[in-house]
């Protein structure tokens, strides 16, 4: 089925380990997108990529690094992970959304660090 | 720059009952907008879109939304709920032509349906 693939679905990390979270779209998107999701917060951006070979800070970058692997895959790495990291992470993708086609979200990543 | 402000965090009602939920943004210029489902343990999908043309859009699922230009809302609105209606549901806001600016989401509100 055409969509947005995230894995791992589940993660525990110790304080200071390091991961990357996965994403891929087969819908030809130019753009993708990764959000965290807390409680009583909504969603908050925390890097995009507009296009190919481009990446942007969102509104919370901080302790985490992203790579735009090639047009499909679009991964988020956690360095050295913290307790105030614990979320779920979603990965999302659009064609372009100032054309009013929205995003296309994958199912998320529970991320739980000790 | 562009805000949503959801105005109700939580909203429980009683099955087969009207709600309405809530969504005001801010923005100088013209605007898309968008409501977000997410169903428990899900991700977000897009329940429904306006982009120009009638001000009220509809769902399949019975939800219906209204673009107010002059209150800057539009507000989310089905006329009888169901058990399966619980989620969480996100407005969000688009300008046209600001090429891959992203979307701005409102922090949500639980909808809540009791039998």
């Known amino acids: 089925n055409a969509g947005v693939t995230q894995t791992p679905k589940f993660q525990v990390l110790k304080t200071g380990q390091s991961m990357t979270l996965q994403c891929a779209q087969d819908m030809n998107h130019n753009s993708m997108y990764w959000y965290r999701q807390d409680p009583g917060m909504g969603l908050r951006l925390i890097y995009y990529?507009?296009?190919?070979?481009?990446?942007d800070k969102g509104e919370v970058p901080n302790g985490y690094n992203v790579s735009r692997l090639n047009k499909r895959e679009f991964s988020l790495r956690l360095e050295s992970a913290a307790p105030s990291q614990t979320s779920v992470y979603f990965c999302?993708?659009?064609?372009?959304?100032?054309?009013?086609?929205?995003?296309?979200f994958g199912s998320g990543t529970r991320l739980t660090v000790v | 720059a562009q805000s949503v402000t959801q105005l109700d965090s939580q909203v429980p009602v009683f099955e087969e009952a009207p709600v309405e939920l809530r969504c005001n943004y801010s923005?100088?210029?013209?605007?898309?907008l968008f409501w977000y489902v997410q169903y428990p343990n899900q991700g977000l999908q897009l329940l429904l879109k306006?982009?120009?043309?009638?001000?009220l859009v509809e769902s399949i699922n019975g939800f219906e939304a209204e673009f107010n230009k002059s209150q800057t809302s539009f507000h989310l609105r089905k006329p009888s709920v169901h058990i399966s209606d619980t989620a969480e549901y996100f407005c969000?806001?688009?300008?046209?032509?600001?090429?891959?600016?992203?979307?701005?989401f409102g922090k949500g509100t639980r909808l809540s349906v009791i039998a």
């Open positions: 306006y982009l120009s043309g009638s001000t």
């Open positions: 999302a993708s659009s064609e372009r959304q100032d054309r009013g086609y929205g995003y296309t």
């Open positions: 923005s100088s210029v013209s605007v898309y």
């Open positions: 990529s507009a296009s190919e070979g481009t990446t």
């Open positions: 969000a806001v688009s300008v046209p032509g600001s090429g891959n600016t992203p979307l701005v």
